[in-house]
């Protein structure tokens, strides 16, 4: 089903279960059934608190952070900031863009699209070399 395709009621109730999971409303006792995908109030209480950066930041271990130029999931203006910020301090820290990839690290051209990820394509081959060296090299 294509975007434009979604019917209206559908749209209302994922836009009325989010808005439950982003408001003081929600507590443990809230219906599963109630929230997003039927995941349990618990889960979206306990995603509240997740800060995957300081929870990297307190690992004290070698890490390599993949980040694709063009994805727009998870991207370069808010969370790769985030993400350099929080690692600062963190020689361990091994950073790359792959500036031509999407959120799944297939090469492109121009804004990435929910389309593009239903298309078999292969992880850039930089992807791949660059973590085969990192982890031959002991950071792993």
Excluded: C
Aim: proline content about 11%; aromatic content about 8%; overall charge negative.
């Amino acid at each position: 089903m294509l975007p434009d395709q979604v019917p209206p009621a559908i749209i209302e109730t994922f836009q009325r279960q989010g808005a439950l999971v982003d408001s003081a409303e929600l507590t443990p006792s809230t219906p599963a059934a109630d929230l997003p995908f039927g995941l349990s109030a618990p889960y979206w209480l306990e995603l509240r608190d997740y800060d995957p950066v300081a929870i990297a930041a307190g690992l004290g271990k070698p890490m390599f952070i993949l980040q694709g130029g063009r994805d727009y999931q998870v991207t370069v203006a808010d969370d790769l900031v985030r993400r350099r910020t929080g690692l600062a301090g963190h020689p361990e820290a091994d950073i790359r863009v792959y500036e031509a990839d999407n959120h799944l690290f297939f090469p492109g051209a121009g804004p990435s699209t929910p389309a593009e990820h239903g298309t078999p394509q292969h992880v850039d081959p930089a992807v791949i070399a660059d973590i085969a060296h990192w982890l031959s090299h002991g950071q792993g």
